[in-house]
């Protein structure tokens, strides 16, 4: 998704690193701290917009913390020529995923003005614990808050992507790593899923504001996937790799958006792309070299995990870390969830 600091799960991170011998390992990578981390206060926007009494969103990551609350870690002040209103801050859960084996979430932090917002310019400073902060203006357009109608697929293509991988093998070596490793592993193995490139048409800014954008994954018998809803707040250039696991005849997804401000949704019918034009699931085959291996400075035999030597035929029983089963940080979402804690500003 674009415009988004991804938390990968730490087995990606494993994966990753272990497949690059010779390089510092996990242990090099610093584990965040609990907390709310808030987009637009290390990227803060030219400007957001609104509707008349509308809301706005902002988007960040929680981790390790209860979405309850979320809330009291993020200062959202408003001001209209310098005059202070009060508002509520609600944190809504859009993506969870596992990170060094705790909860993390991708959310829409809220800001609900207790009095209607009326057309003029505004000013918005958000914070956070750590005493950091960003201000940037708020448009609100003189348009009232529309009836949303659903998105149509600006972009809906084909991709590959990679699932995970399998047959690990490893030989000691006499390099060290940054971390005082001697082991040097690579996969053999790498999984590979189709999965569906989807840009939705974007909303005019005024009524973007107010609003979230979703898609959704349906199964092979055309039904919605209970962990395949993929949400975020209707800026321009959002986009999502809808990740499939199995074979399907057709591979589809239904375009919707959800009004923030009296919370119902619209969705429109089901955008598809056939087996043959998206693919199936397949295992791509990726042995090191002979020049690798020569450059591990392997002391030891080269092994799978069983202890199967490499080339002298597959391990009995393959190792490996998958990484996306239905898609490493976008796939395992939940329908969006209710609204999170609340929190008045005065």
Partial sequence: MTLESR???TCLL???????????????SEVPEPGLSVWEIGNPPDRLYTATGGVFSLYGSLYDVEPADAAALVDVALTLNGEALATEVEV???SPNLLAGEPSWTVAIVVRPVEPLQAGDYQVTVGNVDGDEATFPLTVEAEPVAVLEPPTAQVIEPEEVTAGYEGRVCCESQLTSSCGDTERCTFTEIAKVPALNVAPSSLSPAQAGSALVWVQRLDAAGQPDPDGRFS?????????????AAAQAEYCVVLGVTNLVDGTSVSGS????SREEAGEPHVVTDEPTEEEIESWECVGPLEYDDGTPFGEGPPAKKSGCRIGGDGASWAWLFVLAGLGSRRRRR
Avoid: D, I, K
């Fill in 232 to 244: 975020y707040p209707a800026r321009p250039n959002v986009s999502w790799t809808v990740e499939f």
């Fill in 92 to 94: 809504l859960r859009l």
């Fill in 270 to 273: 089901p955008q598809c792309l």
């Fill in 14 to 28: 494993v994966a990753a690193v272990v497949s690059a011998p010779g390089r510092a390992s996990a242990c090099s």
């Fill in 7 to 9: 938390f990968l799960g």
